[in-house]
């Protein structure tokens, strides 16, 4: 009996596994991590500026295949920034600073299907 419980138990666990997978939530550039339907953002705050990177449907969104912009309210007021191609998935906004409490709303446009993705970030 006890044999038969811990069998039941493993097969549990392992069809309970791959829904973990799907949609990793970890940060893997050491930013804040949002998901909108099946598309992840990390926004990560560095001297340099601010990146932006983005994986659709598990797979990372090439930036040169996309456009992209922020729209960041502080103190009462909202500012566009565009975000240009970095390597990879990751867009940049150089030189930004983002306050605390500051909030981040994230479009991206993909230019082949003209589907916009987006989400938003409270900045702590």
């Known amino acids: 009996?006890?044999?038969?419980v811990m069998l039941l138990a493993?097969?549990?666990l392992g069809t309970a596994a791959p829904s973990f997978a799907h949609g990793n939530m970890a940060p893997q550039h050491?930013?804040?991590v949002q998901m909108s339907g099946e598309t992840l953002f990390e926004l990560v705050r560095a001297p340099?500026?601010?990146a932006i990177y983005v994986t659709d449907d598990d797979e990372p969104l090439a930036s040169a295949a996309a456009t992209g912009k922020l729209a960041v309210t502080a103190g009462g007021q909202t500012r566009n920034v565009a975000l240009?191609?970095?390597p990879g998935n990751r867009f940049d906004a150089a030189g930004l600073k983002l306050p605390a409490g500051a909030k981040v709303a994230v479009q991206v446009v993909e230019k082949a299907t003209q589907a916009r993705l987006g989400t938003t970030f409270v900045v702590k």
Do not use: C
């Not at 009996?1 to 038969?4: D, S």
């Open 48 to 50: 340099r500026g601010v």
């Open 84 to 86: 240009t191609p970095g």
């Open 30 to 32: 050491g930013g804040v």
């Open 1 to 4: 009996m006890k044999t038969f």
């Open 10 to 12: 493993g097969v549990a």
